[in-house]
């Protein structure tokens, strides 16, 4: 069974730019999350989509991030404008509704020039 | 809200020492706790967990026991190798199907 998947592993861009994470989820999980962790620190929760519906976003840091799950498969993190303090890795877990135990992905580090 | 406390690091240890990381937590109810590791390269992967009071969790040599009474779960094993250089999170999960929330996580280093 495949795991979680990430796309791309790294991006390097420059402030005001824009850039789009993707995360496919460990197939049949309902739930997907998206953390953050900046250099040093905590890793952050972001939000939480049970199927294609947004269950909790009160991590999300602004307006200048939007997280999408068509379809309920897998799941987009678009940044736009990316500011320096974006910079990160990014991680995605997804869980089935019973057993929930969170399995990760390997992350996309997002570097913001 | 919830917090998770995690020691200082880094930590060096030479192989075959002992290891203890010390977790503490507030929050209000029973959450589960975990620790995660990620290995240089890699993602986050479960190390255990335990979802009660007095649960003991354990996996590779790693052990951890889930302590009400001090808010603990400092994870433990009794020889250390090389292979177990890597980043340990201590976390916890207030109920079903919730977020994680995460300590800052600390760098082990295993020397030969």
């Excluded at chain 2, 889930?66 to 177990?84: A, C, I, M, N, P």
């Amino acid at each position: 069974e495949a795991g979680v998947t990430q796309f791309p592993s790294h991006s390097v861009i420059e402030k005001g730019q824009t850039v789009t994470l993707r995360c496919d989820p460990i197939s049949g999980h309902d739930n997907l999350y998206w953390y953050r962790r900046v250099m040093g620190k905590e890793i952050k929760f972001l939000l939480h989509f049970v199927k294609e519906s947004k269950q909790d976003e009160s991590g999300m840091p602004n307006n200048r991030f939007l997280a999408e799950r068509t379809g309920g498969t897998y799941s987009t993190l678009k940044v736009q404008p990316a500011e320096l303090e974006d910079s990160g890795v990014y991680f995605c877990a997804s869980s089935q509704s019973g057993p929930d135990t969170q399995y990760f992905g390997p992350g996309t580090r997002l570097t913001v020039l | 809200g919830d917090s998770v406390t995690q020691m200082e690091g880094p930590v060096t240890l030479s192989e075959e020492a002992f290891l203890t990381i010390n977790c503490t937590y507030t929050a209000t109810g029973y959450p589960s706790l975990f620790w995660y590791v990620q290995y240089p390269g890699e993602g986050l992967q479960l190390l255990l967990k335990a979802t009660k009071a007095d649960d003991k969790g354990s996996n590779k040599g790693f052990e951890a026991t889930y302590r009400k009474e001090t808010t603990s779960f400092h994870l433990e094993k009794g020889s250390v190798q090389v292979s177990d250089s890597a980043v340990y999170f201590c976390a916890l999960k207030p109920g079903a199907n919730s977020k994680l929330t995460f300590g800052k996580g600390i760098t082990l280093s295993v020397r030969p």
